[in-house]
Nanobody, 128 residues
Framework: QVQLAESGGGLVQAGDSLRLSCAASGRTYSTYAMGWFRQAPGKEREFVAAIKWRGGSTYYGDSVKGRFTISRDNAKNTVYLQMNSLKPEDTAIYYC?????????????????????WGQGTQVTVSS
């Protein structure tokens, strides 16, 4: 079993930056992807960004392109989400998730329902 633990959420003002972390422990896969998702009150969970652990290819949701950056630290088994130029509409609970993936499959091809393991989430609130 894989355990994921998010951290780094908080209350910030519009225009500020925040970095989320997601530490993975337990069982690991030879090739996997990690993704960030978010869910605002009354809305469906939305894809934010994903990264393929081997190779580091990334993919972003349209609403965060150019503002958010996903990265990973292999030694720490940790994925990060650097969020810049935050907006009130970025307010949500942010979740990280992971799924094994074949080497040939692009991370952009993954669908939310395919992610197998999820963290508990961390709250991000952006005030205007």
């Amino acid at each position: 079993q894989v355990q994921l633990a998010e951290s780094g959420g908080g209350l910030v003002q519009a225009g500020d930056s925040l970095r989320l972390s997601c530490a993975a422990s337990g069982r690991t896969y030879s090739t996997y992807a990690m993704g960030w998702f978010r869910q605002a009150p009354g809305k469906e969970r939305e894809f934010v960004a994903a990264i393929k652990w081997r190779g580091g290819s990334t993919y972003y949701g349209d609403s965060v392109k150019g503002r958010f950056t996903i990265s990973r630290d292999n030694a720490k088994n940790t994925v990060y989400l650097q969020m810049n130029s935050l907006k009130p509409e970025d307010t949500a609970i942010y979740y990280c998730a992971t799924v094994p993936i074949t080497e040939w499959r692009p991370v952009s091809d993954l669908r939310q329902y395919e992610y197998k393991h999820w963290g508990q989430g961390t709250q991000v609130t952006v005030s205007s």
